[in-house]
């Protein structure tokens, strides 16, 4: 189908659910695939059918350096199990919307490792959070509904640059452990940006 054919797809998805409900919903991929874009774009339709967004980046909760890059600043283990702050970021966004009504949208500037001092923000009945980021499914974020953009290996490893090679052994060791494609609610195969696929279970 076509890129405003999955977006179609996955807005119908959050509205099935109940319009009095928050919604937290993540989309997860390799960064070649873009999950911020595809994250981006449901938002326009969402608030057009009149569900409130909380859009919101996993890379604002990163945790801190000094954590994250203990082990070197190109250590793939880490970079699969250190890097989100997992805990923060269902306290502050997640597990908070749902319980409290706020939501924070950022925690710390991943250029900067510095808090932003963001304030938190009262979520409106019914409010869609849409998250992005990269390796970021079976972590235990407190999420409704869950879309991954799939790539091949090889795809995988032809799009990432050579500076980041270091990366390709999270991302092989995500599929065997994770198995991202497996537990997905939504799998959109992206190998093929002008023509992405919708996995039917």
Do not use: C, K
């Not at 999955?6 to 009095?20: I, M, T």
């Not at 199990?81 to 805990?87: A, F, M, Q, R, S």
């Not at 938190?120 to 409010?127: H, I, K, Q």
């Not at 090679?165 to 190998?191: F, H, Q």
């Amino acid at each position: 189908m076509t890129s405003d054919g999955v977006v179609g797809h996955v807005v119908a998805l959050v509205l099935a659910r109940p319009a009095d409900r928050p919604v937290r919903l993540l989309v997860d991929g390799h960064p070649s695939t873009q999950p911020a874009v595809l994250a981006d774009a449901l938002v326009d339709p969402l608030q057009t059918a009149g569900r409130p967004v909380a859009r919101v980046r996993t890379r604002d909760f990163w945790r801190p350096a000094s954590l994250r890059l203990e082990q070197g600043r190109r250590d793939p283990d880490a970079l699969l199990d250190e890097w989100i702050d997992v805990d923060g970021l269902n306290r502050e966004v997640l597990t908070s919307v749902a319980r409290r009504g706020r939501w924070l949208p950022t925690l710390r500037d991943p250029e900067t490792d510095r808090s932003t001092r963001a304030a938190p923000v009262d979520a409106l009945p019914g409010t869609v959070v849409v998250l992005d980021g990269s390796l970021s499914l079976g972590r235990g974020l407190d999420v409704d509904l869950t879309v991954h953009l799939a790539l091949r290996p090889a795809t995988e490893t032809r799009n990432t640059p050579l500076e980041d090679a270091w990366t390709l052994a999270a991302y092989g060791r995500y599929r065997r452990e994770t198995g991202p494609e497996r537990i997905a609610d939504v799998v959109v195969r992206s190998d093929h940006p002008d023509r992405p696929a919708v996995v039917v279970h």
